[in-house]
Antibody, heavy 121, light 106 residues
């Protein structure tokens, strides 16, 4: 069974930093590209970042470029999102999401349960 | 930037009725469009990809159609568990989601 479990969310002050983790199991993690997608409270979905299976290709939404860093450790079956210079508008549930496969990048076929990040003083 | 709009914002229907949800793109996305279902407190679930392909385990009452700029998700006969928010998403360039359509019980 495919499982994605996020952790690391919490309350942080504006300008602060947080590191999210996503632990993957039930599939060959190193074969799949991964993403972070967020959802502000009561709002819609926003793609945040993409990383290829080998970490060779990385993309960010303009809203987080220069502040967030995506990474992965295939040996540990884990995905990460380092978030710096956090703003109130970064408050959201952050989901890690798997791409369907190499031929269907950016169709998200499995999602974690999400971790809430709240940026507030 | 490709913008997706969804209509209606809310659809009030009864179990057993047919639901027709629309998604329109600001420019052509070919067939690079997906549909997701999200229930309160849960992560989204992939229903349809490439406009008309059902994802693994998705019941046949869900179907997708369209290409270019106009797309439709149809639920042929609503089950109680289908009342949720539905999002379309394009992957023609950067992935982007529509604002969602809430299907609620009439």
């Amino acid at each position: 069974e495919v499982q994605l479990v996020e952790s690391g969310g919490g309350l942080v002050q504006p300008g602060g930093s947080l590191r999210l983790s996503c632990a993957a199991s039930g599939f060959t993690f190193s074969s799949y590209s991964m993403n972070w997608v967020r959802q502000a409270p009561g709002k819609g979905l926003e793609w945040v970042s993409y990383i290829s299976s080998s970490s060779s290709t990385i993309y960010y939404a303009d809203s987080v470029k220069g502040r967030f860093t995506i990474s992965r450790d295939n040996a540990k079956n884990s995905l990460y999102l380092q978030m710096n210079s956090l703003r109130a508008e970064d408050t959201a549930v952050y989901y890690c999401a798997r791409d369907k496969n190499w031929n269907y990048v950016w169709y998200f076929d499995y999602w974690g349960q999400g971790t809430l990040v709240t940026v507030s003083s | 930037e490709i913008v997706l709009t969804q209509s209606p914002a809310t659809l009030s229907l009864s179990p057993g009725e047919r639901a027709t949800l629309s998604c329109r793109a600001s420019q052509s996305v070919s067939s690079y469009l997906a549909w997701y279902q999200q229930k309160p407190g849960q992560a989204p679930r992939l229903l349809i990809y490439d406009a008309s392909n059902r994802a693994t385990g998705i019941p046949a009452r869900f179907s997708g159609s369209g290409s270019g700029t106009d797309f439709t998700l149809t639920i042929s006969s609503l089950e109680p568990e289908d009342f949720a928010v539905y999002y379309c998403q394009q992957r023609s360039n950067w992935p982007a989601f529509g604002p969602g359509t809430k299907v609620d019980i009439k």
